[in-house]
């Protein structure tokens, strides 16, 4: 399908663009440009070695850790340059980032290609990334705070495997003095990432499911996003193709904008009537020529 | 009204990254950015 290689080309130019500066890789360093501060529409640590932006999760934690301590000396700073990233790139396009762009989304993908038995992700276990947010991303790095008054990134710290994948292990072969503090904490994140590994293999993108705050944000932002799926009710029959085209187990004729959505359009390219479209500034999906285009309601 | 709530969060978050901005905040960002994050690489 055209549309899912033009999507495979999107991930791959951005996983590139997102960790452009390659020299680092035989350094042992991170990137410490003056664009370093742009927060990047991706789930991909600041900390990897060729790293040209800020993982907004990273950011936001960093924020809430420093609230405290930066509101008892007079600092007023509470991350609204991060929350009105994440809040611009949601309300233009929801979750599309996660499906389009997120390196560590086209790693699972990739990673779950490799062959096995497949398991379904249980739907109760879609809604841990809300807990995951709250808890670890917002509520921990707030509350939990040294003798200094600052809080930990909670999330970076104890489950984000993309920052073990593409920081903590190159860091670690390239950098003597960072191997040499590794302890307990890496191996407990080298654990994360293998289980998640594992994970991957069985059931697609489980990280952007269960765990990634990113993708929670985001996907609060499909139903209200400029860009939109469509359902045409007329000509649906609700045969049922959307559905087991969708990587994710959306229900899409019924659910179109479904918060785990991440908008692949994997179940445009199914329907054989073309009773789904898409929207996005009044510009629509392009007829297919072996279908019937669809109209919006 | 439903199609006019995209472009009010739009504009809300364009203000608030551009009050984010006034308060200094890219440059604590970029100020993280550029640190190894300990935490992040399981030495933290």
């Not at chain 1, 003056?34 to 907004?56: D, M, R």
Request: glycine share 8%; proline share 6%.
């Amino acid at each position: 399908m055209a549309r899912q290689r033009t999507r495979r080309w999107a991930q791959a130019a951005a996983a590139l663009a997102f960790n452009a500066y390659l020299p680092n890789w035989l350094k042992g360093e991170i990137f410490q440009g003056g664009v370093k501060g742009i927060c990047l529409p991706g789930l991909n640590c600041y900390s990897c070695p060729s790293a040209i932006g800020a993982c907004p999760i990273g950011a936001l934690q960093n924020f809430m850790g420093a609230l405290r301590f930066n509101l008892s000396v007079g600092v007023r700073q509470f991350g609204l340059y991060v929350v009105g990233f994440l809040a611009a790139v949601g309300s233009l396009v929801g979750r599309a980032p996660c499906g389009w762009l997120c390196p560590f989304g086209l790693f699972q993908e990739l990673v779950h290609k490799i062959p096995s038995p497949k398991l379904r992700i249980p739907r109760p276990l879609t809604y841990l990334r809300y807990v995951i947010l709250v808890v670890f991303v917002f509520a921990l790095p707030l509350l939990v705070v040294d003798e200094f008054g600052y809080g930990q990134t909670w999330f970076c710290k104890w489950i984000c495997p993309d920052g073990t994948l593409i920081a903590g292990i190159p860091l670690s072969a390239l950098n003597a003095g960072i191997r040499a503090q590794l302890a307990f904490m890496f191996r407990w994140k080298m654990g994360v990432l293998v289980l998640f590994l594992i994970w991957m293999v069985l059931s697609l993108r489980p990280f952007c499911r269960t765990t990634c705050p990113l993708g929670a944000i985001w996907g609060l932002f499909n139903k209200a996003s400029l860009f939109r799926l469509t359902v045409d009710a007329s000509s649906c029959t609700s045969c049922r193709k959307c559905v087991r085209a969708c990587p994710l187990d959306i229900e899409v004729y019924e659910r179109p904008n479904s918060p785990d959505c991440i908008r692949c359009l994997k179940c445009l390219d199914a329907c054989a009537l073309g009773s789904l479209d898409y929207e996005f500034l009044k510009a629509k999906a392009p007829a297919l020529p072996d279908r019937a285009p669809g109209k919006a309601v | 009204m439903k199609r006019k709530l995209p472009w009010i969060l739009f504009a809300v978050s364009i203000a608030l990254v551009l009050v984010g901005l006034k308060l200094g905040e890219y440059a604590t960002v970029l100020e993280k950015a550029v640190t190894v994050c300990l935490d992040c690489i399981g030495i933290g």
